[in-house]
């Protein structure tokens, strides 16, 4: 991405822009967007920032990035807010995304936890930025693998994300063949044809979803449950945060895992802030320090 520099204005140098869009401008969507989500947007996001908004503002009729800004400080634009931060996110994922994570758990975390689900205990799993779903997925696949009965069982995924869009796409549960290619083909028989939404699209069976409570959730605001949570990803997120944010999220993570739990992060993410209370599992997992192995 090009940097617009540190001149006086944050319009690349090119003189065919279509909105005027000022450093104040820049300003005022970064601390929406911060306030909004946690995430930080340095200054050399800046033509990126313009790029995808440019299309927002056309859409709504407004000639100009003031205007926009108005907009979105206004109570009449909190709708817009979200699209400004469909907008600004993204939402990159794929199904068995950074894979030790889920060899990880097969081999090391679900024996345990399936265990206590058949003596009757309670086992959660959380998918925290779950995008258009290939993370829960991927996980309800590695659990159903090891406890085909998960069913009869009072185990449950939760999966969450900030975008209401994303999390639509992820509740139908439904996709393209070329975005399955990492399912396994063991799990294949877990996938449907559904052909009235599109030609080779598929859509996980009625096992795997109901295994799945999607839900729309802010890392940066209150969480509404109760429970604790065995495994948690929360991968590729904290990473567009401050790290002020990043370390609350962690130290929240930490007082909602149960004691046996296992926390994994991006591979470009690092826990800090968290008092040594984590300790490495392994590549970028982690669990409380203390906890028998
Ligand atoms: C790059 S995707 C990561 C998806 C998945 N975890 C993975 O690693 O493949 C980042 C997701 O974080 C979500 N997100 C951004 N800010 C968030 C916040 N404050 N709370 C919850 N989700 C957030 C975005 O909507 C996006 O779907």
């Known amino acids: 991405m090009t940097s617009v520099g540190r001149g006086n204005s944050a319009q690349p140098a090119s003189a065919e822009r279509e909105f005027v869009f000022t450093p104040d401008d820049f300003r005022v969507i970064a601390a929406v967007l911060h306030g909004d989500a946690g995430i930080y947007l340095p200054e050399t996001k800046a033509t990126l920032v313009y790029s995808r908004l440019a299309k927002r503002l056309r859409l709504l009729g407004l000639s ?22 469909a907008a600004l996110t993204t939402n990159v994922t794929r199904f068995f995304r950074e894979p ?23 086992v959660r799993l959380w998918s925290s930025a779950c995008s258009s779903g290939q993370e829960p997925y991927s996980m309800a696949l590695t659990l159903l693998a090891a406890m085909p009965d998960a069913a009869q069982h009072d185990v449950k995924i939760l999966a969450t994300d900030i975008d209401p869009n994303v999390v639509a796409v992820a509740r139908e549960g439904a996709y393209r063949r070329d975005l399955l290619e990492a399912v396994p083909s063991s799990d294949r028989s877990r996938l449907k044809r559904a052909p009235e939404l599109g030609d080779d699209v598929w859509r996980f069976s009625d096992e795997v979803r109901d295994l799945i409570a999607f839900r729309e959730l802010n890392l940066v605001r209150p969480w509404p449950m109760n429970g604790r949570f065995d495994v948690i990803f929360c991968r590729n997120v904290v990473i567009y945060f401050d790290e002020p944010t990043q370390e609350t999220v962690w130290r929240r993570f930490i007082d909602i895992m149960t004691p046996q739990a296992r926390l994994y992060i991006g591979h470009s993410e690092r826990v800090t802030g968290d008092d040594g209370r984590l300790v490495s599992d392994g590549l970028t997992v982690y669990r409380l320090k203390g906890a028998a192995r």
Do not use: K, T
């Not at 926009?68 to 931060?85: F, K, N, P, S, T």
């Not at 030790?100 to 309670?122: I, N, Q, T």
């Open 64 to 85: 100009s990035f003031n205007d926009y800004c108005a907009l979105i400080q206004d109570e009449a634009g909190v709708d817009e807010r979200q699209a400004m931060l």
């Open 100 to 122: 030790h994570h889920f060899d990880h758990l097969r081999e090391r975390v679900l024996p345990d936890l399936v265990a206590r689900a058949r003596a009757g205990g309670r």
